[in-house]
């Protein structure tokens, strides 16, 4: 079986999803050849397969904070072979932090699912964009709804002079294909350096600041920039659109995520707990409630497997529990935090 074999499942998922967005936008009044009606339908093709792939965001999060609280045991395996450069040292180290993932259930990878998943349709897009010339003239059959007709009416439309279909290093389009095409691989660095700055600086405690999940962290916030600018002028416009819309879809979501579910202990949970005492609020609505309970299920499974070392918080009676506005004492990572803050009342 062939690549092009492989991939015509997702070129035509692609297809469908571009021509029935495409038609949408038609029925409500704009132009059918136009290119930001094109470019629109590739916006839907984003919020489509975003809106699929929440349910693996919801993952992410929960590898990320399982990540998180293993991250004491391996600062006790890096200070054990703190200093020690000699291959035997470096293999063992390496044998027991893999034995720690493995008896947490940590994936140190998991945190890409999202990007994997996407990757199929990616190319799926880069594809049938790169096959419209073919697909217009006639010298290749269509794709799914995309027939000779749809192909030839998308090829010939353009954002700012510049065709969906068109690359920085072709000869198609001139100066307008090149000030597109840097402009939307500005844009894409941009939201890319920002979504992975704010996670590092308000939604990770102290402790997951430092060691190899850290230095991971660091290292994509600098080489993805680097790499959107070395790949993207070999990408179609509609490409990078599509690029540039994923990239401002996980920017807000996790703007969302960061603001309203933060993870326990880091900047973004203090900076919530003293927003809604200033305002009066419940320091947990429901929905908190329930994700910090799975914190601290996970926590209680991993210190029952000898993973981690727990600390056991003292008993809260239920007149302290009520000064706090009826809150159960609460477990788990961030319980300490709170303990912490002043008791007002609500």
């Known amino acids: 079986m062939s690549f092009s074999d492989i991939m015509y499942p997702f070129e035509w998922l692609v297809a469908w999803i571009m021509y029935l967005w495409h038609g949408l936008l038609t029925a409500v009044g704009l132009p059918a050849d136009n290119g930001w009606t094109w470019s629109l339908s590739i916006v839907g093709l984003v919020i489509v397969m975003r809106a699929a792939l929440i349910p693996l965001f919801v993952k992410q999060i929960h590898a990320s904070r399982k990540m998180q609280l293993i991250q004491p045991e391996m600062q006790k395996i890096q200070a054990k072979y703190k200093g020690k450069n000699d291959p035997e040292s470096k293999q063992k180290m390496t044998e027991e932090t893999m034995a720690l993932y493995k008896d947490s259930g940590t994936n140190p990878f998991a945190s890409c ?102 230095q991971q962290q660091k290292i994509m916030l600098y080489l993805f920039p680097i790499i959107f600018a070395v790949s993207g002028v070999y990408f179609p416009i509609g490409v990078l659109l599509y690029w540039f819309t994923t990239n401002v879809w996980t920017m807000c979501q996790q703007f969302y995520v960061i603001r309203r579910m933060p993870a326990p202990g ?81």
């Open 113 to 214: 699912l999202p990007i994997f998943a996407q990757m199929p349709f990616f190319f799926g897009l880069f594809r049938v964009l790169n096959s419209l010339d073919e697909i217009g003239s006639g010298a290749q059959r269509g794709i799914g709804p995309i027939t000779q007709q749809v192909a030839a009416q998308a090829e010939s439309s353009s954002i700012f002079g510049a065709q969906l279909s068109a690359q920085f290093l072709g000869t198609e389009g001139g100066l307008s294909v090149k000030l597109v095409t840097i402009t939307l691989i500005i844009l894409m660095s941009l939201t890319t350096f920002t979504t992975q700055h704010q996670l590092m600086r308000k939604n990770m405690p102290a402790s997951a600041l430092e060691g190899p999940f850290a």
């Open 266 to 346: 880091s900047a973004a949970e203090k900076a919530m707990q003293d927003r809604r005492r200033k305002s009066g609020k419940p320091l947990d609505t429901p929905e908190e409630s329930r994700e910090r309970r799975h914190d601290a299920e996970m926590a209680s499974e991993l210190e029952a497997k000898g993973v981690i070392s727990g600390q056991r918080q003292q008993p809260t009676g239920k007149k302290r529990a009520k000064k706090k506005g009826g809150q159960p004492p609460r477990t788990g990572p961030g319980a300490a935090v709170d303990e912490q803050q002043p008791e007002t009342d609500h």
